[in-house]
């Protein structure tokens, strides 16, 4: 993946009003989740925008709420292509990738954005675009190729994700389709059912018509 250079300030007054607020300036309210898991109860000191959640007996996760801008996010949002992102919080570097956005139902501007902080030793799941690659046989032959599925979900370590998944239409023919499980790719595990229809070459009029001349003749 390419990586995203992002700073963030930590958020220290969680109330509406300040939320409301930080969104008149131009600013996103955000939560760095996937932090250090911690015995509980924890005794060592939490930092600028740090909170400690229960997440099971004995177990806690720290967790980080920040605060962004606007003109920051824009190209990691708007934007098809996927990024590792290098945060920077509390003068220290964190590796995250973005896990949800909340846009307002009207207005359609940011509300909220959630980041999953990664390592190299713990997978994690995350939405990866497909790009076709080759010329179908059905489509020589009349068809129209389809792209059923923009994204697929894999789990693997996040330095093992491509930035697209590469899938090669070469021999698929006419009415014929590629599912989840004819896939693979090496070191990631595809999460979308198996069944599901990545792309298809759809039999178009044309094609209907040729392939009835060509039974009549016979």
Known sequence: MKTFELTAEPRLDLGK?????LRAEGKIPAVINGGEIVTLPYTGALKPG??????EDGKGLITTDIVVTNDAVRKLIYTPEIYA???EVNGEKRHAVLKDIQFHPVKD???HIDFL???DKKPVVIEVPVKLEGHAEGVKAGGKLQLNMKKLRVRAIYTDVPEKLIVNVDSLGLGKTIQVGDLHFEGLELIN???AV???VALTRAARGAAAA???GK
């Open 17 to 21: 009003k300040a939320t409301k607020a």
């Open 50 to 55: 740090e909170k400690l959640v229960e997440i």
């Open 85 to 87: 992102i290098d945060l």
């Open 109 to 111: 501007n940011v509300l």
């Open 117 to 119: 902080e990664v390592n």
């Open 193 to 195: 059912a198996k069944n």
């Open 198 to 200: 990545v792309c298809t």
């Open 214 to 216: 060509a039974a009549a």
